[in-house]
């Protein structure tokens, strides 16, 4: 006797398996394969656990049209005390589960990329909030008020033109290093670090409560840190510096984060300066 639903999951009917040994070479066609599941059996038998606890096991297997499902067998205890084997045609739900798992992985290799590609740029709070809510990276993004602040070194033109290349970029690391780290204390994002300046931005992408006195109370740090600078200047034997820093508040943005895939915003000044630090 074949069940039914035997039938119409493996295609087999009375002719194809006349009994379940037959069944077990057409289902199995390859005798390693066929050692494996009946191996894999043997180890369940052994674990010692009572029938009702036995795990679940599958496994592929051919079909009458050669075509493989993924099957997932039971052993299920009779109330006569018998064991009835019972399958489950997993397939679909092993070809979800496989797809989410590979979902999960492209998701967390692109989180890594975006958090080193953008990192420096980026406080750890502003990406894990844009990695929550990918629509705050749109391209047709939004208009809001935000604050901008400007900053520069003074003279450092002449001063980099006196020093080998290997020395500017030293004196520049050493600067960057130090400044990045308190903008993003303060939630500011670095839209543009051309030579020696930045342009860092308060409110975007993400809202930052209180932006204009974060960007004012960063100004302040970052000018008492140039001090900081200087030290590690002077140890190795570098020129002091001194830096200068605009900060702007109500400025209307436009765009995406990076439109034109550039990391760079159009913006248009509302005209009204909050604090200007030489």
């Keep these: 006797y074949v ?11 009375l002719n194809d398996i006349p009994n379940g040994k037959q069944w077990f070479r057409l289902a199995y066609p390859d005798p390693d394969q066929r ?29 009458k049209d050669g075509t493989e499902k993924i099957i997932l067998f039971k ?8 064991n009835l084997l019972t399958c489950e045609d997993i397939t679909e739900l092993k070809q979800t589960m496989e797809e989410l798992r590979i979902a999960r992985r492209e998701a967390t ?7 080193k590609m953008f990192g420096r740029y980026l406080s750890k709070e502003v990406m894990d909030s844009l990695l929550q809510d990918p629509s705050a990276l749109e391209l047709g993004g939004e208009r809001r008020n935000v604050t901008i602040m400007m900053t520069d070194l003074r003279g450092f033109t002449a001063v980099s033109e006196r020093l080998e290349p290997e020395q500017v970029v030293r ?9 990045v780290e308190i903008i993003h204390q303060y939630n500011g994002m670095i839209n543009e ?51 200068g820093l605009e900060v702007v508040r109500a400025f209307k943005m436009n ?17 009204s300066r909050d604090i200007i630090l030489q």
């Design 193 to 243: 670090i051309v030579g020696d300046s930045l342009l860092i931005i308060f409110g975007a992408p993400q809202e930052v409560p209180g932006r204009a006195q974060k960007a004012i109370v960063c100004a302040i740090k970052m000018q008492n840190a140039m001090e900081q600078v200087n030290r590690e200047n002077y140890a190795l034997g570098l020129p002091e510096l001194e830096m």
């Design 109 to 115: 290799e692109l989180s890594e990329f975006l958090k």
């Design 3 to 13: 069940n039914p639903k035997f039938q119409e999951m493996f295609g087999y009917d």
């Design 255 to 271: 765009g995406g984060l990076f439109p034109h895939c550039q990391l760079h915003r159009q913006c248009r000044q509302d005209v």
């Design 35 to 63: 050692r494996q599941v009946i191996s894999a059996w043997i180890e369940k038998a052994d674990s010692g656990k009572a029938v009702e606890e036995f795990i679940t096991v599958d496994f592929k297997v051919r079909c």
């Design 75 to 82: 052993r299920v205890l009779l109330h006569t005390g018998e």
């Design 171 to 179: 004196m520049l690391n050493n600067y960057f290093e130090v400044m």
